[in-house]
């Protein structure tokens, strides 16, 4: 409550406000939310993001000559999902025996770090998890490539990312990358509408049965679903089109 009281008062003394989401905005400006100084700018990748040919960091090489089903990337914990994935492989490694996931991130608590490498060890997942610590962003598109779909299987009882728009989903699209994610109003009008990959309830089998429908997919119909992830990237959700009203907001203020 201190930090919105803040927030609050520092925003009240700037030119305009640049926010992610309308969310925040709401908050600062509670009475006047849409004033004309205020902006929201989500935060999209720039386009072709991924288009560079960088050099493969020599940890890389190994990892970059396999090809993955499944890829996850960022923060490694138990509302971002970690731990469902696991189960799911688990839940799928018998019917695709070659089930190959990669895990890019980082842990922050060392006890769920623990439970991590234990579970790979107890349920016999170390042919099927690959983990790989954290990159710098600029090189994930090299794995991003390597992969097929991207996983976001986020709490949604965490408000923050129940509502928020997270970058690695539209990095995922941009790689061409369809996208397994959660159930919600905001991802039903991102994934679902635009049938651009499957959402479910956050239930392990839930998620490993439409995992699995789409592992089962014919190359055409991937093929297909991925192109329309690099459309949607190319022609919506990228920085690019956020520039109009950003010189916009600066039009405005100067």
């Known amino acids: ?65 396999m090809r993955f089903d499944l890829i996850y990337t960022g923060g490694l914990t138990r509302d971002r999902g970690i731990f469902k994935i696991l189960k799911c492989a688990t839940l799928l490694k018998n019917d695709f025996p070659h089930l190959k996931i990669l895990i890019i991130g980082k842990f922050h608590d060392p006890a769920i770090e623990e439970e991590f490498n234990d579970s790979i060890s107890t349920f016999n997942l170390n042919a099927v998890i690959y983990y790989q610590e954290w990159i710098p962003p600029e090189k994930i598109g090299i794995l991003l490539k390597c992969s097929r779909f991207g996983l976001w299987i986020f709490n949604p009882k965490n408000k923050r990312m129940r509502l928020a728009t997270p970058l690695k989903v539209l990095e995922y699209m941009a790689a061409g990358l369809p996208v397994i994610s959660i159930k919600t109003p905001l991802m039903k009008s991102l994934i679902e509408y ?22 089962k997919l014919p190359q055409s119909e991937y093929d297909a679903m991925s192109q329309r992830c690099l459309d949607i990237s190319e022609s919506r959700f990228n920085w690019e089109s956020l520039e109009p009203k950003f010189f916009e907001l600066i039009q405005r203020i100067t």
């Not at 009281?5 to 905005?25: C, E, G, K, P, Y």
């Not at 959402?199 to 429908?213: D, H």
Request: one cysteine or more.
């Open 1 to 65: 409550h201190f930090y919105l009281i803040l927030q609050r008062f520092l925003a009240s003394r700037t030119h305009a406000v640049i926010a992610v989401n309308q969310d925040i905005l709401n908050q600062l400006f509670p009475r006047n939310s849409k004033a004309k100084n205020l902006l929201v700018m989500p935060n999209y990748p720039v386009k072709h993001v991924w288009d560079s040919d960088p050099v493969i960091p020599a940890g890389l090489k190994q990892l970059c000559t």
């Open 194 to 215: 635009n049938e651009l990959g499957k959402l479910c309830p956050y239930q392990s089998r839930s998620i490993a049965a439409n995992i699995a429908k789409l592992l």
